[in-house]
C-alpha cells in the first residue's frame, strides 16, 4: 500500500525537478537578502533559514496525500482498495507511510544540499536530521487524510488544508526566530509539529545534538494524527462516503 | 456460504436495503435481478466490508462482515459497476498489482495468469494502453478482469456487462461460468433479464431495497399463474378495464401500462378469439397481438408491478 503511494510520486518525475529547482532558486535569492537584514549575534539565518526551508516544504508536500486521498473517495477508486485483504490498521499506516516516504524522496537532493552548506558534523547528524523529518512527515501525513476524511466539501477541503498549512508552516520556528514573530504567532510556534522538526533538524546538522523534547513532541504529534486520521476514516467510509 | 439476515443500510433516511435475508449455497451462481437503484450495489459492497451494515448481520463462510472483516476479504473479490481502475496504469498493470494484492502468486505466475485473462478477453493488444484512454466498454473488462485472474472463492460481478458489446457478453459470461465450475461461488448483479436468465441457476429479486423472489428461473416462471402471455396493444387503452377480460375462467391476471395490455392466462389459443372478439366489441382497435411463454421479464412484472427496461 505504501509501495503504491510512492510509486505515484515517480509517475510524474518533472514535479520533483521543477519544485527542485523553484526551491534552490528561492534559497539562494531570498535567504541571501534576508540574511543581509536579519543580523543576529551568534546565528548565522542563512543556515538557519536553509534547515528551516526543507522542513517547511517537506510540511506542506506531506499535505498531498490528503488530497490524494479525497480524489479516491470522490472517484470511487478507495471503495476498491477497502475491498482488498488488508486490514484496516495496515491500510492507514501504510498510506502514511507512503505519504511521508513519498515526501522523504521528493526532498532528499533539497536536503543534501543544505546539509553541506550546514557542513554537517558527521553521517549519524544526516540520519537523526532525517528522522525529525520523516515524522514529521508522518504526522502531517496523518492530519491530511485526518481532514480529507472529515470534511465533506472539495471546495471547503481544500480550503481547510490550505489553512492548516498555513498555520503549521508559517506559525513555526522554520523559517524565522520566535524573536522576530508577532506575539500572537510566536504564542503558538514554540508548539508546532513543524518547529519541532526544524529545531531538532538544526541541532542535529549544526553541531551533532539531539533535541529531544522537541522529537518526543514530534512523535506525540504522529501518534494523535494517525490515530484521529484511522478513526474518522472507517467511520466515514463505512458509513458511505459520498451521498 | 454467505448468509444474509434481515440485512439493511440506511443511508441518511433512505433504505438503501431494507429486512434482506437469503442464503448463498457455496458454488451456486445467483443473480440479483432489479432495476437500478434497487439496492444490488449496496448489498454486494456490505458483503464486501465496504459499507457497514446498519441493521441485521451478514455472514460469509461463518465470519462476520463486521466483527471478522479481514477473514471475509481475503475470500471475495468484487468488480465494481463502474470501473476502479487507476486510469494512468495500463490493463496489465492494473491486473498484476491486484493479483499482487489478492494472491501469493510470484511474478512468474501473475505475469502468466495476466496474459491468460488478457487474451481470452480480447485485451492482448491493448495490455499497455493507459486505461483513462480506453473505451467504456474496455474499461468494464480490465475491472471484470480483476476477478476472472484472481479466481476468488467468492467472485461479484456488478452489472459485468453493462456498456460491453455482444460478443464480449459471451465472452464474459463464458468465463463467469468457467469460474464456478472451478468452485467459486458467483454472485452477479444485473437489470438485464437476459443476463439473469442465461447465467444464473438462481435469481434472487431485488426491488426497492427488498428481496421480492428468490428461485431458479424456471421455479420463477412457475410462479405465474396460466403459463401463458398474451401481450396486446391497443390503439387506444385509456377506456381499458382489466374487469373486462377478468371474467374468462383461464384468465388469471390482466396488467396494463399505458396501451399494452398483459393477460396471463393458459389456453391462449383457445381463448384468444374470444378475447379479440369481446374487445372490438366494446369498440378496441388492436393494434397487435402476440402469445408467449411467461419469461422472466413478466415475472418481475408481477413481483415488482413495473417493467425493467
Ligand atoms: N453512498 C451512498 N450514500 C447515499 N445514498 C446511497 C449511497 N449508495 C447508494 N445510495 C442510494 O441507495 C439506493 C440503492 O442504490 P444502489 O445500491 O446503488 O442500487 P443498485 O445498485 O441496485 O442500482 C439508491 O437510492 C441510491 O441512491
Ligand atoms: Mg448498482
Redesign the pocket.
Known sequence: MALRDVSVLFRTPWIIITRGLAFVIQLFVFAYLISGLILVPGLNFFQYYAVGSVVATIASISFVIGYDIFEEAEEGVLDYLLTLPISRRQFIIGRALGGALRAIIYIIPMFLVVAFIEGFAQPLSILSALLSLFLLAFGVTGMSITVAVSVKSANRFDVVLALLELAVSRGSTALYPIAFMPLYVSVFAPFSPVSFAADSARASLVGFSLDLPAIAGLVAFVVVFLGLGAAFYFRRLEG???? | MITFDNAGKR??N?D??KDFSITIKDGEILGLL??????????MLMMGTV?RPTSGTISVNGYDVVKQPNEVRKLIGIAF?DPRVDGILSASDVLNWHLKMTTLFDKVERRRRVEDVLKSLDLWEARKKRTWLMSGGMKKKVEDAKILVQRPSIAVF?EPTAFLDVPSRLLVWKMIRQLRDEGSTVIV?T?MMDEAERLSERVAI?NK?RLVASETPEQLKGTVKGGEVLELTLNDGSEFKADLLREFPEVHDVKQQDNKIMVFLNSGTLLLPKIVDTLSTRGFKIESVRLKEVSLEDVFLTYTGQRLE
Open positions: 458511505g462516503i459520498y451521498s | 443511508f441518511g433512505l438503501a436495503v432489479g432495476p437500478n437503484g434497487a439496492g444490488k450495489t449496496t448489498l459499507y459497476q456488478d448483479a437489470n431485488v431495497g
